[in-house]
């Protein structure tokens, strides 16, 4: 895990470097200081952002594994921004583009009563007639005791 902490550590240090030559200093320091700002708004919001997420879940159009991964998204995006860097101001953007994504593409799911059928629901297959067997004899002998 160390290893991979000081991997994306020299690899964002390298491309923070190499834009910072390419777009100029002043450029690199608008773009750090503005995702930051952006990071911290979307942070402090971050308790909206999660509300939608249970309320689109009440409704049926999230399962609970996209409100898992749209909420982690959220946060992770949005702490991404806030921490200097081109490399991980862009994951941080991917995350947040994954989330509108998740938002856009999975309420075109169709919901439970429209016949989305998943392996929560405990019904049977739809090839399989349930059928119960009545014996005439036992019919008729509740018909004569009755009389």
Do not use: C
Request: charged share 20%; glycine share 6%.
């Amino acid at each position: 895990m160390l290893f991979f902490l000081l991997l994306f550590f020299f690899a964002e240090l390298f491309v923070s470097l190499k834009v910072g030559i390419t777009i100029g200093f002043g450029w690199t320091v608008t773009w750090i200081l503005v995702s930051m700002a952006l990071g911290i708004v979307l942070l402090r919001l971050s308790p909206y952002a999660l509300m939608s997420n249970f309320q689109t879940f009440n409704f049926g159009r999230f399962d609970i594994r996209d409100v898992h991964n749209a909420s982690l998204a959220y946060l992770l995006g949005a702490i991404f921004l806030i921490v200097p860097g081109v490399l991980s101001d862009l994951l941080g953007v991917a995350l947040l583009l994954y989330t509108l994504y998740l938002h856009l593409f999975a309420t075109m799911r169709p919901t439970p009563k429209t016949g989305y059928k998943d392996h929560f629901t405990d019904e049977g297959e739809s090839n399989v007639i349930d059928v119960e067997i009545v014996d005439d004899r036992d019919r008729i002998d509740t018909d004569r005791r009755s009389r």
